[in-house]
Structures are given as C-alpha cells and as structure tokens.
C-alpha cells in the first residue's frame, strides 16, 4: 500500500496566529512531498515541491514566509502557516512520493478555517 | 506554461449512461494519472499511463493515452451513483526537472 495520513483533518483559529499540518507517509519512505491548496469546487494548486532534507521548491506566487516547509524526514513534511489571515482558509492537500517523478499519494487533506 | 485543459467542466448524467472526459494539452507528457476527489477528501489514484496510445481498463473505467502524449480520456460504460466525484488528470512533465500538473477538473453527477 501506499498510505498519506494528515494531521489534523481540520483546524479553526484566529486571524494572526501560525498553523501547522503534518503529512506522514505510513508504509513507506517519500523523498519527495508535494503541498497543494484547493478552493471550493476547483482543481487543485501546486503550493511547493519538498524534497527530503533541502529546502522546498515554491511555486510562482506562493510566498516562502508565509507557508513554511520542513521535510526533516523521509516519512513527514509539515507546512505551517504564519500569521494566518482569512483568505488563508482553504483545503490544504499533501501527497508524497517515493521518488521525484513516481506516482502521488495523496493525503486525506486539512481544511483550513482563519477567522 | 503548460495547461491541462479538462472537459467537460461539469456532467450531470442518468444511471446507466456512458460518458467521456477529456484531458488536453498542447505539452508532451511524461506520463499522466487520473484520479477521483469527494468531497472533503484527499484526491485517490485510479490508474497511471505511460506509453502513448496505452489502453487501460479499470472495471467499467477505460483510461487511453493519446498516441502523441499530449491527451487523454477516461469513459464509462453504464455509470453509477456511486462514480459521483471530481474527476482530475495530472500531468507530468520531465524536461530537465519533473513538474506536476493538475487539469481543469470534472465534476460528475450520476442521478439515480
């Protein structure tokens, strides 16, 4: 199998505050994560390309300081977002991969409320 | 920049009824999945093709690689209530680094 937990499934916080997802590989190991963000009834929006230990690779538009990633380990990639705002609130969708150009697994998904 | 252009947008169908969904680019993939969304859910792999004009066949899915490498589509045959979800390709481009591409999407509707 090949199995991508998120956690947590949703969080509700206020405007200002930082908000960390995780993304865990179960049963095996991903050099490489993807981080996406997907509006209400669209496609999903490629955030940032994370490959185990250098630094992620951030789509145009995407603004490195605010959406943190960390790939520490070859089963979990985590993004925080800082200073969270309410057009920040969105479905934030993880995948892995166990190698750049493999097939995606993706995440359950973090749906994201900033009030 | 490549685009990955999937029609059409929405479908509302009877049970029982075939359909097809497209996935265009003007771009050369490497390879290209499908995968199926719900509501609330992280998106779920139906099925990888890499070679051009590749036939693939999932149950009542068929999945076909364009001959060229530049599109895609997916039918199926008697749908049912249960095939209602979004319906997205992804493309991926390997021309010096890898790139992952989402299509438009299709949102299915199958009516009982």
């Known amino acids: 199998g090949a199995v991508v937990s998120q956690h947590p499934s949703w969080v509700i916080c206020k405007s200002g505050t930082s908000v960390k997802i995780e993304c865990r590989s179960l049963d095996f190991q991903a050099t490489t994560m993807f981080w996406y963000r997907q509006f209400p009834k669209q496609s999903l929006m490629l955030m940032a390309t994370s490959n185990e230990g250098s630094k992620a690779t951030y789509e145009q538009g995407v603004e490195k300081d605010k959406f943190l990633i960390n790939h520490a380990s070859l089963t979990l990639s985590t993004l925080t977002v800082t200073s969270a705002h309410p057009e920040d609130s969105s479905f934030y969708i993880c995948?892995?991969?166990?190698?750049?150009?493999?097939?995606?697994?993706f995440g359950p998904g973090t749906r994201l409320t900033v009030l | 920049t490549q685009l990955l252009e999937q029609s059409p947008q929405f479908l509302s169908i009877q049970e029982g009824e075939n359909l097809t969904v497209y996935c265009n680019s003007s771009?050369?993939?490497?390879?290209l999945q499908w995968y199926r969304q719900e509501p609330g859910e992280g998106p779920v792999l139906l099925v990888t093709?890499?070679?051009?004009?590749e036939v693939k066949k999932l149950k009542r899915l068929t999945f076909q690689f364009g001959d060229a490498r530049k599109d895609s589509s997916l039918h199926i045959t008697a749908a049912q209530p249960g095939d209602t979800g979004l319906y997205l390709c992804?493309?991926?481009?390997?021309?010096?680094?890898?790139?992952?591409?989402f299509g438009t999407g299709t949102r299915l509707k199958v009516l009982a």
């Open positions: 995948s892995a991969s166990r190698d750049i150009g493999n097939t995606q697994y």
């Open positions: 771009s050369v993939f490497s390879s």
């Open positions: 093709v890499v070679t051009g004009g």
């Open positions: 992804a493309g991926v481009f390997a021309t010096g680094t890898y790139k992952y591409i």
